[in-house]
Structure formats: structure tokens, C-alpha cells
């Protein structure tokens, strides 16, 4: 397994892969996963590195930024495609999404 990355690595590092394979659904994820990072970062307690993130935490954003159902379930999608490509990438060890 690779060393820790934060969460705007692998973001990043996600993107690039997702707009050679799938470029219709980059825009879409990038905006949700760019604003959960930029909260993960100006929240203050929570942990910034990529095996933080978890359904608890998507869940906590959702509500704090008032995000309507479909964009609360458009996250974790995101999100669970962002973690099992984690694990593909040996980031982390299991995907707390699956």
C-alpha cells in the first residue's frame, strides 16, 4: 500500500483518470468533490487525509451544507467511485462505501 495521501490528492489524482475513461460524469464529481474537500479542510477536527472520508463524514457535509437529496446521493456516489478507485490504486485498504 501506497503512503497516506490527503484527500485533495487523491481527488485530483482521481480526475485525471475519470476525463480519459468517463469525461461526461467529471464535471459533475469534480464540483462535489471539490466543495466536500474544501469543507473537509475548513472544518475544524476533521481529518484531511484520504481514509477519513467515510459515509458518516459525506453524511455530516450534506446536512451542514443543506445539499437536497439527489446531490446528497450524487456525492456518495462520487465518493464510493473516488474510494474504490482508492483501492484499485492501493491508497487504502478497503473502501468504507462498498
Not at 41 to 52: F, H, I, K, N
Amino acid at each position: 500500500m501506497r503512503e497516506a495521501i490527503t484527500v485533495d490528492e487523491a481527488i485530483e489524482d482521481y480526475l485525471h483518470g475519470v476525463v480519459r475513461v468517463r469525461p461526461w460524469t467529471k464535471k459533475r464529481e469534480e464540483e462535489l468533490l471539490h466543495a466536500f474537500c474544501d469543507w473537509m479542510y475548513a472544518t475544524p477536527g476533521v481529518d484531511p487525509q484520504l481514509a477519513a472520508v467515510s459515509p458518516e463524514l459525506a453524511a455530516r457535509y450534506a446536512a451542514e451544507a443543506g445539499l437536497e437529496a439527489t446531490e446528497a446521493e450524487a456525492l456518495l456516489a462520487a465518493l464510493r467511485s473516488l474510494s474504490l478507485w482508492a483501492c484499485a490504486q492501493g491508497v487504502v485498504e478497503a473502501s468504507p462505501f462498498a
